[in-house]
């Protein structure tokens, strides 16, 4: 009887492919060059501090007293959408060690389908200069972050709150606002606010009829009856009569033995 060949070992799995080499990070220059960006850039190249490219969207970092110089810039460019203007807290980010704030301001060009972020660094004590004179949606954006963040804007034609009331204690989005709250100011201004809540019709110096008010008054805070726009009353609406039911027809009478 004849021996049987002996069974060949296993063939050794194939290696991997090996993966794509990165590509190599672009340096400050590079980004500058980046023909979305190159043509503004080189009007205020020396307003352009820093550039970072993340998925393939750019951001410049602007010198904050330049950067009403650098929008216009952008938007000669055809940057002329100001998509959003948001501040940012870095105050608990981990290793930060620069100033605690920064603007961002977002924008889009119709023309080259692109969008570009420009940011400033700066402090609680130091105003960022306003860009309502290059775009005029700015005014409201740049209301909300001095309102949430305490951000000054110099040369706003109007900083006040936009969303909190005058008077307000603190600036909701800074990272050491208490998560649980804090007094609402109704303690500040007795004669003004009730106890528990914010203003009521008339207390702002603001026409009572462009804000949703209450014209009872509010019995605790949290909770809050339904608004009346402008204070009055929605109209009540007539219900429309029903028909009047058809008469129902007779059965013939049945005579006796039919």
């Given at each position: 009887m004849s021996e049987l060949p002996p069974t060949p070992p296993p063939a050794a799995p194939a290696a991997p492919p090996a993966a794509p080499a990165a590509p190599p990070a672009k340096t400050?220059?590079?980004?500058?060059?980046?023909?979305?960006?190159?043509?503004?850039?080189?009007?205020?190249?020396?307003?352009?501090?820093?550039?970072?490219?993340?998925?393939?969207?750019?951001?410049?970092?602007a010198d904050r007293d330049r950067i009403v110089e650098v929008c216009r810039a952008f938007k000669d460019d055809g940057f002329v959408y100001l998509v959003d203007l948001a501040g940012v807290d870095y105050s608990k980010f981990p290793n930060h060690s620069g100033l605690r704030f920064s603007v961002a301001y977002m924008l889009y060009s119709f023309q080259k389908n692109a969008r570009v972020r420009l940011r400033v660094w700066t402090d609680a004590d130091t105003p960022v200069p306003s860009v309502t004179?290059?775009?005029?949606?700015?005014?409201w954006h740049e209301r909300e972050t001095f309102?949430?963040?305490?951000?000054?804007?110099?040369?706003?034609?109007?900083?006040?709150r936009i969303l909190m009331w005058e008077g307000f204690n603190g600036h909701p989005?800074?990272?050491?606002?208490?998560?649980?709250?804090?007094?609402?100011?109704?303690?500040?201004?007795?004669?003004?606010?009730?106890?528990?809540?914010?203003?009521?019709a008339g207390s702002t110096g603001k026409p009572a009829n462009d804000v949703n008010v209450y014209k009872g008054e509010w019995k605790k805070y949290g909770t809050w009856p339904a608004a009346q726009i402008g204070g009055a009353p929605k109209p009540a609406v007539a219900a429309a009569p029903k028909p009047a039911p058809k008469p129902v027809a007779a059965a013939p009478a049945v005579e006796e033995g039919e």
């Open positions: 400050v220059d590079d980004i500058k060059r980046d023909p979305i960006v190159a043509s503004a850039v080189a009007r205020v190249n020396d307003a352009i501090l820093d550039a970072k490219e993340f998925a393939g969207e750019i951001t410049l970092f004179g290059v775009w005029k949606t700015a005014n309102d949430m963040l305490g951000i000054q804007f110099s040369g706003h034609p109007n900083l006040e989005l800074r990272k050491d606002f208490p998560i649980r709250g804090i007094d609402t100011g109704a303690r500040i201004y007795p004669e003004v606010f009730p106890e528990g809540g914010g203003p009521k």
